[in-house]
């Protein structure tokens, strides 16, 4: 009897120190990105950006391992130069980037997550920092934090469906930086263009909101080349 309440302790103790310790979290997400290879997704756009009229827009999304991605559309849109998608996928497949501690711990959409702090180890890297709010029960990222020297500030929430086992999320909203991000010069014209003057005390609105939403996933098909290749038209 003594033995085996000693090994129904031992097995709470790995248990509960597995979900301490931000390198077996992070290998349990590597896992999960090495099995998608490339995808497809139809997705829908909304965008709350400052000084910026944008419609809600339809279109596609296609990536293939290890970093090529495109987002197919009609009309003029914004989003970060990299992709929402895999950029923090990307970023932790490399350990040897950083170092990762755990900071804190949060729940989210009644999720427990636990707060990993990316720390690089390269002082000329473009990450500055990098938070990821990890599921400890089921390592999904639910909120990320990622600072950058060129970008500033991005952070994303997600929400996930069928493919959360693919860590492909059903929903993401992006916060960023306006004054940071690299947009099209046509886009940065209307975000600079001088606005009505503000009353004293008021905040000018220095964050934008782009909201996506995906559906009909397709894993591992090998779709064409030329669906990364952008149109001439």
């Not at 707060?115 to 920092?129: F, H, Q, R, S, Y």
């Not at 500030?153 to 960023?176: F, S, V, W």
């Not at 009353?199 to 996933?217: C, M, N």
Request: hydrophobic share 35%; with cysteine; glycine share 6%.
């Amino acid at each position: 009897m003594k033995s085996i309440l000693f090994c129904c302790l031992a097995l709470l103790s790995v248990s509960a120190f597995a979900t301490d310790d931000p390198k077996v979290l992070i290998r349990e997400l590597n896992k999960k990105f090495a099995v998608v290879q490339d995808y497809t997704a139809k997705v829908q756009m909304d965008f709350a950006i400052p000084g910026v009229k944008m419609n809600h827009m339809s279109g596609q999304v296609y990536f293939r391992k290890p970093d090529r991605f495109r987002m197919k559309a009609k009309g003029i849109f914004f989003l970060p130069k990299q992709n929402p998608l895999q950029q923090i996928g990307s970023m932790l497949l490399d350990t040897s980037a950083y170092t990762s501690i755990i900071s804190g711990y949060e729940t989210i959409a009644g999720h427990h997550c636990a707060i990993v702090n990316i720390i690089p180890t390269k002082d000329n890297a473009e990450l500055i920092l990098g938070k990821c709010w990890i599921d400890v029960a089921n390592p999904l990222i639910w909120k990320t934090q990622i600072t950058t020297r060129n970008n500033g500030t991005i952070e994303t929430q997600n929400q996930y469906g069928n493919d959360a086992k693919y860590t492909l999320p059903e929903k993401m909203e992006i916060r960023l930086e306006l004054k940071k991000i690299k947009v099209s010069r046509m886009i940065a014209g209307d975000i600079n263009k001088k606005s009505k003057p503000k009353t004293a005390g008021e905040e000018p609105l220095q964050t934008g909101k782009i909201s996506l939403q995906f559906s009909d996933y397709r894993i591992n098909s090998h779709f064409p080349e030329s669906d990364l290749q952008a149109s001439q038209e």
